[in-house]
């Protein structure tokens, strides 16, 4: 198989076998006006399998939904053929949007209009909690 190299975009690499779908449809990348590939199960040396997503346009991504879904993720910026930066990312502080409580009782699924926001509680579990009532997400 083949995938030829993108001039100007991003790659999205490390991402563990099997979630690269996962992140396709959470990101939204169906709605971009762009060519974006989606390689599933490359043999790694470091993680054995790994899928891999490829945009060919310069986009804005959602880095926290990325290092939410894929902590190990690295995010390559590509212009000219060239990689001229290179992101480690780590779980974020806080989610906003991303989650959504299931405490029934929290003020985010009585009111509207109100941002779902999920604080990192413990980082080496990667557990989060609800900044309004503390209900941890699942």
Excluded at 24 to 37: E, H, I, K, Q, R
Excluded at 128 to 136: E, L, P
């Amino acid at each position: 198989m083949r995938i030829d190299s993108i001039k100007n975009g991003i790659v999205i690499d490390h991402i563990p076998a099997g979630k690269a779908m996962t992140l396709y449809t959470m990101l939204g990348l169906s709605a971009f006006d762009c060519p974006v590939a989606v390689l599933q199960n490359v043999n790694s040396p470091k993680l054995g399998k790994k899928d891999i997503i490829k945009i060919d346009a310069a986009v804005e991504l959602d880095m926290d939904l990325v290092s939410f879904v894929c902590p190990k993720a690295t995010v390559c910026i590509i212009r000219d053929e060239k990689v001229i930066e290179k992101k480690e990312i780590s779980l974020p502080q806080t989610l906003t949007d991303i989650l959504v409580c299931k405490n029934p009782r929290c003020i985010t699924t009585t009111e509207q209009g109100i941002h779902q926001i999920f604080r990192l509680h413990s980082p080496d579990s990667g557990e989060y909690r609800c900044i309004y009532c503390d209900t941890k997400a699942k």
